[in-house]
Each structure stands twice: as structure tokens, then as C-alpha cells.
């Protein structure tokens, strides 16, 4: 399997049977560097509850920017550059991608620190 298309090849039918949302191809990607830590803890909260880390990691967003302040000001901000970081991609739907990008440049943040202190927050609140 050296060719870029080898696997779909082998696969039952010739192709992936897996079913994806239409918008699948349209999707947009953030990078998140965030801490080792944190990382660890998204993923146990995750694995803990069945849930994709990506589909999570939506839903925070998307329920920050739905209320009329998200408080970015009041989020806790990522720890200092010092500090190693793990490198996340997350993919979203272009409509949830160009709130965010909205919102960020209006409270004059980044994502990345935007979507880690939810992250940071809403994990601290579960307990986790």
C-alpha cells in the first residue's frame, strides 16, 4: 500500500463506507496549542463520557458564542510559552468558524486563547 489510494481500493464496496454530514468537505480547521495537561484532561473528559473531542470542543464554542457575552475577558489564558504545548486540530462548519473569527477580532483575543480558556473553564467546572 504505497499509493494514495490503496486502502479505498481494498476496502468492501471500493470505497469508505462511512457515512458524513454533507458539510464534511466544506469544514474549516483551528489549530489549538495547548498544554500537555490540559489535553490530557480533554481526552480523559471525553473518553469518560463517549464523545469525540472535536464534537465537544464544538459544542463549547458554539454555546459561548450563542450567549450575548462570552466573557472572553474573564477566561483564564493559556500558560506561558515556556511551557511545552500539544498541537490540536479542530474542524468545524464554516458557519461556526466565521463566528468565532468574528468574535475574536471584536474582543481583540485569539481563538486559541479564546477556545482554550473554555476549555480551561468548562473542564474546571465538571471537576476534571
Known amino acids: 500500500m504505497k499509493k494514495p489510494n490503496d ?6 464496496g471500493g470505497g469508505s463506507t462511512r457515512n458524513r454530514r454533507a458539510i464534511f468537505g466544506e469544514r474549516k480547521a483551528i489549530t489549538l496549542r495547548m498544554t500537555t495537561e490540559l489535553n490530557e484532561r480533554l481526552i480523559a473528559y471525553c473518553d469518560s463520557v463517549s464523545t469525540a473531542a472535536n464534537t465537544y470542543v464544538n459544542a463549547l464554542i458554539d454555546s459561548a458564542l450563542s450567549r450575548s457575552d462570552p466573557a472572553a475577558k474573564a477566561l483564564k489564558r493559556p500558560a ?37 480558556g473554555l476549555i480551561q473553564k468548562d473542564l474546571r467546572q465538571r471537576g476534571i
Open 7 to 12: 486502502a479505498a481500493g481494498q476496502a468492501k
Open 80 to 116: 506561558p510559552r515556556s511551557e511545552p504545548k500539544i498541537i490540536v486540530s479542530i474542524r468545524m462548519d464554516p458557519e461556526l468558524h466565521e463566528r468565532l473569527n468574528t468574535y475574536c477580532e471584536s474582543a481583540e483575543t485569539s481563538a486559541n486563547a479564546f477556545v482554550c
